[in-house]
């Protein structure tokens, strides 16, 4: 394997123009430096960034600019150079992606009102006003980050995400920055090494890449199933066990109202915030969890990333 390779730079045309409608509060500069999985900006210049695999069998590749204007989100959608044109229904497709990875796809006043009932999360909303979750790109590419980061710091599994991008995927030129595209599983198919990581991790990187042609890591499908279930389809796959089975399921599929019972970080932040001074067991922290009802895993997310912006 030629190691020297460099993905091309995506032509800038074509490209399509589409839109999001947002209901309720919603701040995307919020959305883009929450700081989650291989997204790590420290500034916003009023564009939003996005390069990936598109849902379906992930064989396509686009690169997203996202920017707000009040309550409607603007999409600049640039396919990459060897794909074919953009057409309606592949906008679609990318459109309905984009709207679930930055949680515009739920209805944000039902969030608000349950915000405004709560007097942890009231402050938080104070705190981060139109803040939503933001998601990995689909089940594959977290399940790729899954491998890639395992048993690292954070800052090396963005390093080998980029490295991997540049070298087997696609890098689009997005508003006058470079941002990379993950290879598609055919693509990664084709990979034999990557400088930095074990080479025990390259068959779980191929065996995700056989899973997402089968269809296996589909979004809408594995949030139609029980969730246990998923769960364990999940860890059928080498090298993924409880807690990234759990990462693919809640922070990739769209889900608004699963509670990530496994996280031991974001358990804290729900015992520190509302005044408890031991550890929630599981049945506390699911009765807890109620008052959130249907948008567990938003109310969860939000205080794992704000808790900090707010005192106990």
């Known amino acids: 394997m030629d190691m020297t390779r460099r993905a091309e730079v995506a032509e800038v045309p074509p490209s399509v123009e589409a839109q999001i409608h947002l209901r309720g509060p919603y701040s995307l500069e919020e959305v883009a430096l929450m700081g989650f999985g291989h997204r790590d900006e420290s500034s916003f210049d009023g564009v939003l960034r996005l390069a990936c695999c598109v849902d379906g069998d992930y064989e396509t590749q686009v690169g997203v600019e996202v920017r707000q ?11 990459a150079a060897a794909a074919p044109e953009v057409d309606e229904a592949a906008t679609a497709v990318v459109v309905a992606q984009v709207a679930r990875v930055l949680s515009a796809d739920h209805d944000g006043d039902a969030f608000a009102r349950i915000c405004r009932a709560d007097p942890v999360l009231s402050r938080l909303a104070a705190a981060a006003p139109g803040f939503r979750p933001a998601l990995f790109y689909s089940p594959y590419e977290a399940a790729l980050w899954s491998i890639l980061s395992a048993r690292r710091p954070r800052s090396q ?5 980029s490295r991997l991008g540049q070298q087997y ?5 997005l508003a ?10 055919s693509q990664l ?3 034999e090494e990557l400088p930095g990581l074990p080479v025990d991790r390259i068959p779980r990187l ?3 890449a056989r899973a997402a042609q089968q269809g296996r890591l589909d979004a809408a499908r594995l949030l139609a199933l029980d969730p246990e279930e998923a769960m364990a389809q999940l860890q059928q796959l080498p090298g993924i066990g409880p807690f990234y089975a759990a990462l693919i399921l809640i922070r990739a599929c769209g889900a608004a109202d699963l509670l990530p019972t496994g996280e031991a970080r974001s358990r804290e932040a729900v015992r520190e915030l509302y005044g408890w001074d031991r550890s929630l067991s599981a049945t506390e922290y699911a009765a807890l969890a109620q008052r959130w009802r249907p948008f567990r895993t938003w109310a969860v997310v939000s205080i794992r990333a704000l808790h900090g912006r707010v005192g106990p």
């Open 69 to 79: 204007e009040s309550s409607t989100l603007r999409l600049r959608i640039v396919a």
């Open 157 to 161: 599994g963005i390093a080998l995400r």
């Open 169 to 173: 995927g696609t890098t689009f030129d």
């Open 176 to 185: 006058g920055v470079p941002t990379v595209a993950v290879p598609t599983p």
């Open 189 to 191: 198919l084709q990979v």
């Open 206 to 208: 191929h065996a995700i």
